[in-house]
């Protein structure tokens, strides 16, 4: 481990350094011209590379070539420039330590005191679809040396990853003669090591994505800041969201239209309801109309009718007392009509792949409300990562992208269920895929009745369940609650009877449910002797 130099001074937060030259290097091209003319006016010297230096040249700007300053040309196809003494020298020598300055002047190497690279976009190549050996070249070399060289001597020069950063340089040279800040330096040194570590982890999970290799020797994650959240999910937690450059259609990915900032609950819950709406496809393509209502993470309501006010007003009849302040989600077009009925009910946020005129206009009346278009349905059989946080350790996982196709659900009482009780099974089994374990969905006619979600006992998520059902029905003024004809799904098999007869007490006629307990044989001939009908499917879909 090299020591520290005694003979160097402390860093400095207020110290200010000045700018005579720049090295520009850069893939978005959309700023720069503008900034690199106000450098120039500032009187720093420009260097630059290939496409960069072409385009500073056009606009008239005096440039000079790197090849100039190293004595080397590009070569490789412009994988080799920028690695070389003369640069790198420039980038990390210590304009504080004799030795350093005399090595720059022995051997020609002019001072760098701002370097501004944005990296081939790697990430783009691969969220593009490119091939493997696409986005292999898209694998920046230089730009990543480049910058941890500057970023590690941010005593002396400021470095900057993206053209806002740029824009905070020329306003300091303009307000501090020529100079930045030891304190903007260190903030920009912080933010270029952050971005070369998300750069690296994108790679990274590329080639164990390619690999097929789910469990590499070091797993890493990056993330770009989308917003600074006002606390977490209590006001005594500080909290931020990121967005991990994925192009999976969400709540990361959505454009808000309307409404306050959303918050980490709303982001959470939000995303919990975008991803249960999913698994009923894109209505835009064809599938029926789905409408999910959350709160706290957990469904409330879900319905698949054949408009999405039906749909709407289903799930809501399902637990209209919990979706007060919840989230709705939609898988196709919201219209007006939608929009009205849910405007009716205090909810925090509503989310769609898209929305008419009319429904935004609607909206708008609600200026709390938050409207999020996501533009697209996401694949729920895509296959992405998830991760969670253990003291000292990281769990990943795959997403549960878990299918039971037509020909595997295997009826395993005397009695099949009927084609109508079979629809609200299958629908009842993509729900509770949804629902925190233990869980129980009950679904009468493509609605969810009754839900009981992250209970420590089966039975009682049954029970929690059918008396939301009746609490629903003493609302509603109906004459029995819908759990009363419905099919009823378990995420996990039913170790014992008791939750599955619980359910039938409820009403239910059909169960679905993993199978897979020691006593699979007592749970069949109980279900037989109720007269239900029951069928396995051979995958739980716990949600811890």
């Avoid at 307000?175 to 260190?186: A, E, F, I, N, V």
């Avoid at 789905?290 to 319905?303: L, M, S």
């Amino acid at each position: 481990m090299p020591a520290p130099n005694p003979d160097l001074p402390a860093f400095d937060p207020q110290r200010h350094r000045p700018v005579r030259r720049a090295l520009l290097s850069v893939s978005d091209k959309s700023k720069l011209v503008e900034q690199a003319r106000a450098l120039s006016e500032l009187g720093v010297e420009l260097l630059s590379t290939g496409g960069t230096r072409r385009a500073i040249a056009d606009a008239g700007l005096d440039v000079r070539d790197v090849s100039d300053v190293t004595g080397f040309p590009e070569m490789m196809d412009g994988r080799v420039k920028t690695l070389h003494p003369a640069v790198h020298g420039g980038l990390l020598g210590e304009r504080d330590l004799p030795s350093h300055v005399e090595a720059m002047s022995a051997h020609d190497i002019p001072e760098i005191d701002l370097l501004v690279v944005n990296l081939y976009p790697f990430e783009q190549a691969v969220a593009d679809g490119g091939s493997y050996e696409t986005c292999v070249e898209n694998i920046d070399i230089g730009g990543p040396a480049m910058i941890r060289a500057g970023a590690k001597n941010h005593a002396h020069v400021a470095v900057c990853v993206d053209a806002d950063d740029v824009d905070a340089v020329i306003k300091e040279l303009r307000d501090h003669d020529g100079k930045t800040s030891g304190q903007l330096r260190q903030r920009l040194a912080h933010k270029a090591f952050a971005r070369t570590a998300h750069y690296d982890a994108a790679i990274s999970n590329w080639f164990a994505q390619a690999r097929h290799d789910m469990s590499p020797d070091y797993r890493v994650q990056g993330g770009s800041l989308k917003q600074r959240l006002r606390y977490g999910e209590n006001p005594h937690q500080t909290a931020s969201f990121y967005s991990d450059g994925t192009d999976r259609p969400g709540v990361a990915t959505a454009e808000q239209l309307q409404g306050k900032a959303l918050s980490y609950n709303n982001i959470n819950d939000t995303d919990a309801a975008y991803e249960l709406v999913a698994e009923f496809g894109d209505a835009r393509s064809g599938a029926k109309p789905a409408v999910a209502i959350i709160k706290h993470a957990n469904p409330c309501g879900v319905a698949v009718a054949d408009d999405f006010q039906t749909a709407y007003k289903n799930a809501l009849a399902c637990d209209p007392v919990s979706a007060f302040g919840g989230i709705v989600a939609l898988n196709g077009v919201l219209d007006e009509d939608t929009a009205k009925l849910i405007t009716k009910v205090f909810t925090e946020v509503v989310i769609a792949p898209e929305a008419t005129d009319a429904a935004i206009q609607h909206f708008k009346k609600k200026k709390n409300l938050r409207l999020l278009i996501a533009g697209d349905v996401p694949d729920v059989s895509a296959r992405s990562l998830t991760y969670r946080n253990v003291a000292g350790g990281i769990l990943v996982q795959d997403r549960d992208t878990g299918h039971v196709g037509e020909g595997e659900f295997k009826v395993v009482t005397k009695r099949a269920p009927t084609d109508a009780e079979m629809h609200d099974l299958k629908m009842a089994w993509r729900v509770a895929k949804h629902v925190k374990s233990n869980a129980i969905v009950y679904v009468k006619d493509g609605a969810t009745a009754g839900i009981g979600a992250g209970q420590m006992s089966r039975i009682d998520a049954a029970r929690i369940a059918a008396r939301k059902a009746e609490d629903a029905a003493e609302t509603a003024g109906w004459s029995e609650p819908r759990t009363t004809g419905s099919a009823v799904s378990s995420d996990a098999f039913f170790p014992f009877p008791d939750g599955m007869l619980a359910a039938a007490r409820a009403g239910a006629t059909a169960v679905i449910q993993p199978g897979g307990s020691i006593r699979d044989q007592e749970v069949i001939d109980a279900a037989d002797a109720a007269g239900l009908a029951m069928v396995f499917t051979g995958m739980r879909h716990f949600r811890h």
